[in-house]
């Protein structure tokens, strides 16, 4: 049952992230005819939109497409820290992948917040760009080591970074890594003089523009939902979960995770700094400035899409977290964000598959995409145009590294396989006609398992809870008031429409009987 306003009546009742709220955007009409250019772009994220600023600038003609508005996915519902501490994962990857591999890694994000920091500079783009040291804490005897092990990684690796014991929040602290000369921004407005330039420049975007498949051959063509198609000699697959798979299986080597965020007006004072703790349930903080005073971004409580307790839970936690912290004046913000965290958590950037020479992918962030993204649009200009990168092996879909990437593509599948099976297997007892208004939950409607939301105005919205894409059961997601799938992350609107891939279809519609 969706709990209205929440614990406190402080929340709004709609999630909506700050930063769209707190911009205009340009918006562009749907494709509605055949196209050629030379790079068709499909997705419009930080990857995509970067990329298409990168290859424009190198001559060549684009087109970028996305289902929906630009910036309105992922990077639109990020906390847009711009760093290159990615939780602690360098001394995972030294374990794993090896020590000149998580070199690789840490040049690869440190590289692109250099670019994106110069880009800010040299074109004096408003989009709040400030400096900030990045922190790894805890305050748990169990993670010291892990903190410990973390920076004798970077130590290793020549990050420059610090050792504590506190840190300049009231946070309870036995233990902090800094990262230091990070940054933070908004990224929209960053993304914003971006797509100007792209479009001054003669590229074309479109929105409400769905890709839905590609003729493969030496010049492919990419199908749109209505049929239309762009002919070109470049595809780029940047829509967040890939569109096309090229048989590439991706859906079994990544997981769809899902995070929260509070935008609070605080009560004590947010004196700097993005802080990440090390112990779950995570707590990720940053603030931005918002009509002349702080909002500090109080994030966490990540969980596998569709899995877990009631998702009105994870803010509520968040909202006790923020008021035992630093007090509470306001919540004028809540969202979510989903995104996808690949077998060596290392993400997917270059050819789809080795068999597909000019088509590629950047998927599976892992929750860091202001950097991966960046990362990727740098990457594939530099395959497009023939030029040598240091990070095209890192990156490379086609990689396989033994351990973990087995025992984690094992437990991936297992998970998938139990999911469904405990889907098909639940007793439902629900009917629509017991739903109070703006509750959602599975019901049985003609003695079959379905999904049902009750509106603000009382009528029924009523859908098949089986995902088009391979058959899982979904869930009822209260805090977004979406249909999400345990298996592979796909989430469907009240009305059975498509939010997020891999499902390419629409939901069943059904009527009570």
Known sequence: M?????????????????????IELPS??????DIKVDAAIIGGGISGITAAYLLTKEGVKVALIDAGSILNGTTGHTTAKITAQHDIIYDELIQNVGEEQAKLYYEANNDALQFIRSLVTENKIDCDFTEEDAYIYTNSEQYITKVN???????????????????????????????????????????????????RAGGAIYENTTAIDVEEGNQPRVITRDGHKIMCDYVLSCSHFPFYDGAGFYFSRMYAARSYVLGVKTEKDYSGGMYLSAEEPKRSLRYTMMNGEKLVLIGGEGH????????????????????????????????????????DKIPY??????????????????????????AAALLIRDLIMKKENPYSGLYTPSRFNADPSIKNFITQNADVAKHLIQGKLEIVN??????????????????????AYRDDKGSLHIVDTTCTHMGCELEWNSGERTWDCPCHGSRFSI????????AEKPLKKLEAE
């Open 304 to 343: 596998k899409t569709g899995q877990g307790i009631s998702t009105i839970k994870h803010y509520e936690a968040l909202e006790a977290f923020s008021a035992e912290t630093f007090g509470i004046k306001e919540i004028p913000y809540r969202w979510s964000a989903q995104d996808l965290v690949t077998l």
């Open 349 to 374: 950037i270059g050819h789809i598959t080795s068999s597909h020479p000019n088509i590629f992918v950047a998927t599976g962030y892992r929750k860091w995409g202001m950097t991966n993204g960046t």
């Open 495 to 502: 009305n059975g429409s498509v939010v997020e891939g891999p």
């Open 149 to 199: 092990n973390e920076f004798t990684a970077y130590e290793k690796l020549k990050i420059n970074s610090v050792y504590v014991n506190s840190t300049p929040l009231p946070l309870q602290t036995k233990a902090a890594i800094v990262m230091k000369n990070q940054a933070q921004f908004h990224p929209l407005k960053y993304l914003a003089h971006l797509v100007q330039w792209i479009t």
């Open 430 to 451: 629900g009917r629509p006609e017991d739903l109070s208004n703006d509750e959602g939950a599975v019901v049985t409607v003609n003695g079959k398992r379905a999904g």
């Open 28 to 33: 562009f009409s749907k494709m509605t005819e």
């Open 2 to 22: 969706f709990e209205n306003n929440l614990s406190t009546g402080r929340m709004p009742q709609f999630p909506e992230p700050y930063w769209r709220d707190s």
